[in-house]
Every structure is written in structure tokens, then in C-alpha cells.
């Protein structure tokens, strides 16, 4: 998401095993320790008060039944370092399954999605939708159905892959994919599009043209500064299938290649995208947004994402 993530999943998988490790010890060995002592402690207390009676000596409080029980209770009691280890695997394992394959959260720190998502959105992305994928190899182990254009993807960026970002998916596997005059033309056929009143944009306090855009019938907003270029003076990376690839005063003309996916970003003139660093691997998909679920700073773009 335009800045560099920290490595969550690995962390998290670290803290998996080690706690997996003390988990499965606790269940093997330490439990079965402390109630060999809890048991043992209990015997030598009963028996101690059972030979005091015989004597007709009464025995103190330390032998009553409830004297007895706290101590069986205190020497079942997990230690600390085991509370804080195996006791924490459970809650582990089953954030680290819901985050690698089930939703991961995010969060937007930037407008390059503007109007569909703002800066502070606390999104979720489908994990499942595209196939599973191995949680740090990335390897796909179940096969999950193709991205469609008009979805809002996370992926690492391909020149970076440490990276997170988000943009919404425009080209496929083969489309021919043209913005030329600020106009998205996909297949020879323009993108269709309508005026949709303006948008204050609290980073820049300056006003754009919003429009409602239609790919393949997942219609969404998009902002575009008529006065921009069609891209950032100085021209695009130089990527990986570059020569797919021409550019001009007007913009742009790319054909993508197989397995390849070409994003952009729905505030046209502030986002950083295929565009500049070149098109997404299929590999490099985390997963599709599709929820907002907090902004601290406001809560009207809570809900579904389109």
C-alpha cells in the first residue's frame, strides 16, 4: 500500500512454532509432571492427617479438605513462562489461519485509491478467492478462480516485493490497454464513464472532477485532474516487458502479457501504477479487498468495496 509492511506473517510463524514447541511439550510432559506432584502432594496430606486422627491428635487447618484441594489446584496452576507460551498457541494458530487464508486487514496510508478508499481505511482482503498460497512461499495450492477486471487487489510490488499496494485491476492476460487523453480504452472499446459531481481532497484542500466508471460492470468512482498529465514527467521504469509497452504525449499504450495483470489506480493523476513500474505477476496477488471495516477519522466509507 505504498509503504514498506513489516513482515507480519513471518513473525507470526515464528511465534507459531515456538509456541507450537512449549504447546505440545505442556501436553506431553509438563502437564502430566505437575499432576503427578498435584497427585503425589495430596496423597502425602491425607496421609499425614489420617495418621494424626489415629493418634487422636486434631489437625490444623493446613489439612483440611479445602487446604488440600487449593494445593492440588496450585500445583496444577501452568507456570508463567508456560502462560505465556503454550498457553498463547491457540490464539496464535488461529490468527495466523484466519490471516494467511482466510482475511488479511490492511491499511490505506495514501490517496491513490481516492474516492473508493481514503487515507486511514482499515480494509480486509479475501485470501481465498484467488486460490490459497503457501503463507511465506506464495506457492498456490489450491487453484481459486482468475481475478476479474474491475476488482481492488493487494499485491506486492513487483520491484519490491516487501512492499504492499493496492490498485484496481484493468487489463487481463492479453487485453490491449490504452489511456490516451485521460480516456481508458480497453480492447479498442473506451471505458464508459459519467460525471458524478466533485471531490474535496482534504491532502491537497483543492477540488477534482469525479466520475462513475463502469469495468465490466463493477461500477465505481474515479478522480481525474483534466490539467495533469497522462503520466509523471520523466517517464516510466524500465520493467520487465517494457516493450510491451508505448508511450507518448498523450499516454500510453500497453498489451499485457500472459499471466500479467495491468493496474491503476482510481485517482488517476495521483497513483503510482502499472503505469510507471510495469505490470503485476499473477504470483504477486495477495488477495482482493472487499470490505472497509474502520476510519477513525469518519465512518462514511465503512462497508463493501467496489
Given at each position: 500500500?505504498?509503504?514498506p ?5 513471518l ?32 496423597s ?32 496444577l ?38 474516492p ?14 484467488y ?26 510490488l ?45 491532502s ?18 474515479i ?42 489506480g ?25 470490505f ?15
Amino acid at each position: 500500500m505504498e509503504d514498506p509492511a513489516v513482515n507480519f506473517t513471518l513473525l507470526l510463524f515464528v511465534l507459531l512454532v515456538l509456541t507450537g514447541v512449549f504447546w505440545i511439550a505442556e501436553k506431553l510432559r509438563f502437564s502430566r509432571q505437575r499432576v503427578d506432584a498435584a497427585q503425589a502432594a495430596v496423597s502425602a496430606l491425607r496421609r499425614r492427617r489420617d495418621e494424626l486422627q489415629q493418634q487422636g491428635i486434631r489437625a490444623d487447618d493446613s489439612l483440611s479438605d479445602e487446604s488440600i484441594a487449593a494445593t492440588r489446584e496450585r500445583l496444577l496452576r501452568q507456570p508463567w513462562w508456560l502462560e505465556w507460551t503454550a498457553g498463547l498457541f491457540p490464539v496464535i494458530a488461529l490468527v495466523f489461519v484466519l490471516r494467511s487464508f482466510i482475511a488479511e486487514p490492511f491499511k490505506i496510508p495514501s490517496g491513490s485509491m481516492e474516492p473508493t478508499l481514503v487515507p486511514g481505511d482499515l480494509i480486509l482482503v479475501n485470501k481465498f478467492a484467488y486460490g490459497l498460497r503457501l503463507p511465506l512461499g506464495h506457492e498456490r495450492i489450491t487453484p481459486g478462480k482468475a481475478p476479474q477486471r474491475g476488482a481492488v487487489i493487494v499485491f506486492r510490488l513487483p520491484k519490491d516485493p516487501s512492499i504492499d499496494y493496492i490498485k484496481r485491476i484493468v487489463g487481463l492476460p492479453g487485453d490491449t490497454v490504452s489511456y490516451e487523453n485521460k480516456q481508458l480504452v480497453i480492447n479498442g472499446k473506451p471505458v464508459a464513464e459519467r460525471a458524478a459531481g466533485q471531490w474535496f481532497d482534504p491532502s491537497t484542500m483543492a477540488y477534482y472532477q469525479r466520475y462513475e466508471e463502469s469495468l465490466e460492470g463493477v461500477k465505481h468512482y474515479i478522480l481525474i485532474n483534466p490539467e495533469a498529465p497522462p503520466y509523471v514527467i520523466g517517464g516510466p521504469d524500465n520493467f520487465p516487458h517494457r516493450d510491451a509497452c508505448h508511450y507518448d504525449a498523450q499516454g500510453f499504450v500497453c498489451k499485457v502479457p500472459p499471466g500479467m495483470y495491468f493496474v491503476m489506480g482510481d485517482n488517476r493523476d495521483n497513483s503510482l501504477d502499472s503505469r510507471y513500474w510495469g505490470f503485476v505477476p499473477a504470483r504477486n496477488i495477495v488477495g482482493r479487498a472487499f470490505f472497509v471495516w474502520m476510519n477513525f477519522s469518519g465512518l462514511k466509507n465503512i462497508g463493501p468495496i467496489h
